[in-house]
């Protein structure tokens, strides 16, 4: 999801580097939580559409990530990490992670750039 960061913002800082790290796997690699490209394209709609201070509204941030989680849930059937791994496209098994990355940019990309009501 950094490679998105990247289209953003040009060369990412090494301390978001370093901060998004943990969110590879379900967060550590455990599997067991939510996808970290659900909670990277969350932190990067933040980027574009969040909030700096509490005064200001970050309603459109919302909607955007809650439609991201949307599409993804549409896409995938889950957003917890295991289960994605698990069943594979159609059902049929484990695929690599970068498939999954690729396409979870393209629907980010997608949230990113399009009017959202």
């Given at each position: 999801?950094?490679?998105?960061?990247?289209?953003?913002?040009?060369?990412?800082?090494?301390?978001?580097?370093?901060?998004?790290?943990g969110?590879?796997?379900?967060?550590?690699?455990?599997?067991?939580?939510?996808?970290g490209?659900?909670?990277?394209?969350?932190?990067?709609?933040?980027?574009?559409?969040?909030?700096?201070?509490?005064?200001?509204?970050?309603?459109?941030?919302?909607?955007?990530?809650?439609?991201?989680?949307?599409?993804?849930?549409?896409?995938?059937?889950?957003?917890?990490?295991?289960?994605?791994?698990?069943?594979?496209?159609?059902?049929?098994?484990?695929?690599?992670c970068?498939?999954?990355?690729?396409?979870?940019?393209?629907?980010?990309?997608?949230?990113l750039?399009?009017?959202?009501?």
């Open positions: 999801m950094l490679a998105v960061g990247e289209h953003l913002w040009g060369r990412v800082d090494d301390h978001i580097m370093r901060m998004t790290s969110l590879a796997g379900g967060l550590g690699c455990d599997y067991q939580e939510l996808c490209t659900v909670s990277g394209g969350a932190l990067l709609i933040g980027s574009v559409y969040g909030r700096t201070s509490p005064e200001e509204d970050d309603e459109e941030c919302n909607r955007r990530v809650n439609l991201y989680r949307e599409r993804f849930l549409q896409a995938f059937g889950t957003t917890r990490c295991y289960d994605i791994r698990e069943q594979g496209y159609g059902g049929d098994g484990q695929w690599p970068s498939t999954l990355v690729e396409r979870a940019a393209r629907i980010l990309l997608g949230v750039s399009e009017p959202v009501p």
